[in-house]
């Protein structure tokens, strides 16, 4: 957000210490704190209000979770006519069974003279 790595922000808490004072730190640390509280509490809450409104919906969280899509089923599906059973991961195919490949293309490929 602010993109200032580790050895900026040593040199931005030294820098502020001296500013503020070995007085009034002890203070400003206390509120940094209650500050860092209030808005972890005010994130739990949006959090589990989301979760309680969300629960109505009756929407299939797990169902959608993009990683969980197969890109290989995907395409394979979107090639052949019927889709394939879906594989499960590091599952070997049954002894036997024939994978149907599409046929393959003959002759030069098409040319377009209106292609760019």
């Not at 931005?12 to 808005?39: D, S």
């Not at 589990?48 to 599906?77: F, Q």
Request: hydrophobic share 45%; no cysteine; glycine share 8%.
């Amino acid at each position: 957000m602010f993109d200032i790595n580790g050895g900026e922000l040593i040199v931005l808490l030294v820098v502020a210490a001296l500013v503020i004072g070995p007085q009034r730190l002890p203070a400003y640390a206390e509120q940094l704190g209650v500050l860092v509280r209030r808005g972890r509490d005010w994130i739990t809450q949006a959090r589990t209000r989301l979760d309680e409104e969300t629960a109505d919906l009756g929407v299939d969280w797990e169902a959608l979770d993009p990683r969980k899509y197969d890109p290989r089923r995907i395409v394979r599906d979107a090639l052949l006519d019927e889709p394939a059973a879906p594989a499960r991961r590091g599952a070997a195919p049954a002894a036997g069974a024939a994978v149907p490949r599409p046929a393959p293309l003959v002759g030069p490929p098409p040319f377009d003279d209106q292609a760019t």
